[in-house]
């Protein structure tokens, strides 16, 4: 599995504060070991955001992403915000 980051990940990444951004490195880590891992609470959007999976990174932080197959998975990060953020 490759990891990539949407633009708009990286630039939503970057304006969190530096506390949460180590919780989403630490998020990120767990993932490329473990994808479905319990904490992450990973499941499939509905509606508008079908094609998309969201994980948790604790407290009120959620990513988004995507997978694209070619000759092996490849997983986008899309989005980063609270819930409010992203589904408001």
């Known amino acids: 599995m490759k990891i990539e980051y949407h633009k708009d990940f990286t630039k939503q990444f970057e304006k969190l504060q530096k506390w949460e951004q180590k919780r989403v490195l630490s998020t990120l880590k767990l993932f490329e070991k473990?994808?479905?891992?319990?904490?992450?609470?990973?499941?499939?959007?509905?509606?508008?955001l079908s094609k998309f999976r969201s994980i948790s990174s604790g407290g009120d932080i959620r990513l988004h992403y995507y997978e694209k197959e070619s000759d092996h998975i490849i997983v986008i990060f899309v989005a980063i915000g609270s819930h409010s953020q992203l589904y408001g």
């Open 34 to 48: 473990e994808p479905f891992a319990e904490q992450l609470r990973n499941h499939q959007l509905k509606g508008e």
